[in-house]
């Protein structure tokens, strides 16, 4: 992976971070919030 390509990543793991809605619209889903529940429920 390329220098540019990180960049791009990291751009859009930034948006998502601000705007969930984006993330829906891509179909990603935040692990840590899902590992975080499945621990409380332990």
Do not use: H, T
């Amino acid at each position: 992976m390329n220098a540019e390509q990180r960049l791009r990543l990291i751009r859009v793991i930034e948006k998502i971070k601000r705007n969930p809605e984006f993330s829906e619209k891509l179909g990603i889903r935040d692990q840590s919030k899902l590992k975080s529940r499945k621990e409380e429920e332990e």
